[in-house]
């Protein structure tokens, strides 16, 4: 440490000297101490005030240049010595050192910058907005062979991609090109990997997914799938599934998805097509999951299930009936749910017997495999009346319903059962299903839906129970005391916030309730004429017409 003190010491008089032999002395001397004792070294440095001599070091002419670099680089792996790095002024004359043809100076420049700015978004939000990332990706271009500065170039753009600022500079770059370029020359699983870990937060933004998907990336992951498909080795394993992950992701975008889809003749989907049927469960999870992004728009689906790719989803949801892979079940329902949409194909899929098959998941205990399977129903059933009469009959379906209605840690699955239940009564217009519904003990969880903060629930369950009170009000009539029916109807129409179909439903079923004497004393004991009466003067015609037929009701049986 005598001999680091003395070092220092001279460095401080030769850099006011410009002595360029004296400092290079020095700098070794420094360079051998980090070396040794990288932490007292730098402790050392800290308190002698070295660091802000520097800035002036830092000259693109000199020869000292990449050992000072180099030295800020060893400094700066202490965590105490960042701030310092920055208060003495280091970034911007390095930045500026990113300029520099040297290659030796810019591997050390960027190893400083990249340690200065170690975990700290504010830092590497900075160097974004000194402009590095285009000067980085020039880099990368111009010195694709040099080992040493292609890996420091990575790591920078893992670091900066991560923050969502860095996204519009990379687009505006030709990286896309230069990643899908050096991927292409790789042979290393470990320098596969460093770029895999750029392109997977890149890949985020849907500008560089398109670019991504035109520089060729996808015909690279597909070779990726095939040589590692039946590979053992944990690397292997590794590669398949970041490839055949980031081929999902670059699927979300709209444009890349398209542009791969190409009106289902595209060699890419074919080839994922085929990942379905593989023994390999992290190949069925991303085919499924790519048929389901495909499957984004009324064309693509349409197409797909004239193809049969309906077929080979419920082929693979058999193979996971007992015990299965709960991701994969979770993603072939995705896809089957989006397929479901249009209407054309509703009518196909129950043909091809999606219904049987969904329903083999009904005593699936996960709730995201519980969310799929009852969307997929509630849009299979979607305007097709027998199919909502033949599953609104299944007291097991009916019973499982009403239990996930009850599922308060999981509001998405207790929603989509909610749903569910309204749906089968309203596609069906069944008396057959309402009663199954009122044995099943659903009516009060259609009540609670009525109370719902989303408008579009309220009126799903104000038609199922219109159409309850309708088709079985005897049957119905306990439950719906019992759940305060009522009330909730009275709170719905004298809340100004009600969207209108809401108070046109609401009252639709207060004249459907007033055939059932224990309901039409509560109507009665609550002044709903007063409501009422006000609502005939509503600017919404259709409200303001049942307003008055709704008085004309109240009126005739008070």
Same mark, same amino acid.
């Given at each position: 440490?005598?001999?680091?003190? %003395?070092? $220092?010491? /001279?460095? /401080?008089? *030769? !850099?006011?000297? +410009?002595?360029?032999? +004296?400092? %290079?002395?020095?700098?070794?001397? $420094?360079? /051998? =101490?980090?070396?040794? +004792? #990288?932490? %007292?070294?730098?402790?050392?440095?800290q308190e002698m005030g070295i660091l802000p001599l520097f800035p002036t070091l830092l000259n693109p002419q000199s020869s000292c240049t990449p050992k000072v670099a180099n030295i800020i680089a060893e400094v700066a792996k202490n965590e105490f010595m960042r701030s310092p790095c920055v208060e003495a002024g280091l970034i911007p004359p390095l930045v500026q050192l990113l300029n520099s043809t040297d290659q030796e100076v810019l591997l050390q420049t960027g190893r400083a910058l990249g340690n200065i700015c170690y975990d700290s978004h504010s830092l590497q939000a900075q160097l974004i907005n000194m402009g590095v990332i285009p000067t980085l990706v020039k880099l990368l271009g111009i010195?694709?062979?040099?080992?040493?500065?292609? %890996?420091?170039?990575?790591?920078?753009? #893992?670091n900066l991609a991560e923050l969502e600022s860095s996204k519009e500079q990379f687009a505006s770059t030709n990286i896309a090109e230069e990643l899908v370029h050096l991927f292409q020359k790789q042979a290393e699983h470990e320098k596969k990997e460093m770029i895999f870990e750029v392109l997977a937060p890149l890949a985020e933004n849907d500008v560089i997914k398109l670019q991504l998907v035109e520089a060729g990336l996808v015909e690279c992951l597909l070779d990726v799938v095939a040589q590692t498909v039946d590979g053992e080795r944990e690397e292997d394993i590794a590669q398949l599934k970041t490839a055949s992950d980031l081929m999902v992701l670059l699927l979300l975008g709209d444009e890349s998805m398209q542009k791969l889809f190409e009106g289902g003749? #595209?060699?890419?989907?074919?080839?994922?097509?085929?990942? @379905?049927? +593989? &023994?390999? &469960?992290? $190949?069925?999870?991303?085919?499924?999951? =790519? @048929?389901?992004?495909?499957?984004?728009?009324?064309?693509?689906c349409i197409h797909m299930v004239d193809t049969g790719i309906v077929q080979k989803l419920l082929e693979l949801l058999d193979r996971h009936v007992e015990e299965g892979n709960v991701t994969v079940q979770h993603a072939a329902l995705s896809a089957l749910r989006n397929l479901a949409i249009p209407v054309v194909n509703k009518s196909k899929m129950l043909s091809a017997g999606v219904a049987d098959v969904v329903l083999k998941f009904l005593q699936s205990e996960m709730p995201p495999v519980q969310f799929k399977l009852l969307g997929t129903l509630r849009m299979l059933i979607d305007t097709q009346a027998e199919a909502a009469d033949h599953l609104g009959t299944n007291g097991k379906l009916v019973e499982r319903l009403v239990e996930w209605c009850e599922a308060k840690d999981h509001a998405g699955v207790m929603g989509e059962s909610n749903r569910l239940l309204s749906a089968l009564i309203r596609h069906s217009k069944s008396k057959e299903v309402v009663r199954t519904v009122i044995q099943g003990g659903g009516v009060k969880h259609l009540v609670t839906m009525a109370t719902s903060e989303h408008m579009i629930m309220q009126n799903e369950a104000l038609v199922a129970l219109g159409l309850i009170a309708a088709l079985d009000l005897v049957a119905a009539e306990k439950d719906l005391v019992g759940a305060g029916l009522v009330s909730v109807l009275h709170k719905l129409l004298s809340d100004e916030r009600s969207a209108p179909e809401i108070?046109?439903? !609401?009252?639709? $079923?207060?004249? *459907?309730?007033? #055939?059932s004497e224990p309901l039409h004393k509560e109507v009665q004991s609550l002044a709903f004429i007063s409501i009422v009466s006000k609502l005939r003067a509503h600017e919404n015609k259709t409200v303001s017409h049942q307003a008055s037929l709704t008085e004309q009701r109240l009126t005739a049986q008070s």
């Open positions: 440490m005598d001999n680091l003190s %003395e070092a $220092l010491e /001279k460095l /401080k008089i *030769a !850099s006011t000297d +410009s002595a360029t032999d +004296s400092v %290079e002395s020095c700098l070794d001397c $420094l360079l /051998k =101490a980090l070396a040794n +004792s #990288g932490t %007292e070294a730098s402790m050392k440095i010195h694709s062979h040099n080992t040493a500065l292609t %890996e420091m170039c990575l790591i920078a753009f #893992g003749k #595209g060699s890419v989907f074919q080839r994922v097509l085929s990942w @379905i049927p +593989s &023994h390999s &469960h992290q $190949l069925q999870l991303a085919g499924a999951l =790519a @048929i389901a992004n495909f499957a984004r728009n009324d064309g693509n108070k046109y439903n !609401s009252m639709v $079923l207060i004249c *459907a309730v007033m #055939g």
